[in-house]
């Protein structure tokens, strides 16, 4: 059975949150496939992850381990892929990246949670007068390029997980440390009082007019890229 995401995704049910001042927001999850698999180029992994930054008012950057500096190399390729394809307003043109760094392997040097998530991510990104001028225009793009970044250290959802081909989601199988953090990763980014409303420029954007953009956005790469 297929068990990878190709593309995009969309789940099909959109939840309508009403946020503490009185607005009805409609949330819509959306997965993509990762980046750099045997079937897909650059170009299309390029495309996948830019749309996504575009059309996401939060962005979760998943990765595995720790953010090593590749990471940061391709996600400073693919916000420029997507910069490509916006007009310049003036305006910072991505809203909030979330990293979500699973199997932390390392809760002695920083604990799990966004506190040592915050930790980590000031490490990676802090510029240092010692670093390659390049590797310090890297940090300094990323850091212009979103309105907020932040970052979730989780723990290993356990053996029963990873090594169990039927393994269905049953949350009585996954380790306690994995349930507990995931309790509060969720509401970090979906509760009503932490929504994120996607703007464009300078703008709320509606339920309806999504599909339009990823339209018009695919014929701009089509175009320009």
Known sequence: MERDTTGILMWS????????????????????????DKNSTVRDCATIFALSLMTSSVLVYNLFNNI????????????????????????IPFQKLQ?????????YEEQYGKDGGANVLKK???VD???HPELQALRKGLTS?????????????????????????????????FVEHIQTFCPEILSPAKLTIKVMGGKEVKAKEIVQYYKSYMEIFKVKI
């Not at 001042?21 to 999850?29: H, P, Q, T, Y």
């Open 124 to 126: 990676c990104l802090t």
């Open 129 to 131: 007068d010692k670093m």
């Open 99 to 107: 990293f979500l760094v699973r199997d932390w392997q390392y809760p």
């Open 68 to 91: 090593q500096e590749d990471d940061l190399q391709h996600l400073h390729y693919f916000t420029e892929y997507g910069r490509l394809a916006l007009e310049d307003s003036g305006q």
């Open 13 to 36: 049910k959109v939840f309508l949150v009403k946020t503490p001042a009185g607005k009805e927001v409609a949330v819509a999850l959306v997965d993509t496939q990762g980046s750099f």
């Open 145 to 177: 390029c979103f309105s907020e970044m932040s970052n979730f250290l989780m723990p290993h959802p356990g053996r029963h997980v990873a090594t169990n081909p039927n393994f269905k989601g049953n949350i009585r199988q996954v380790d306690e440390e």
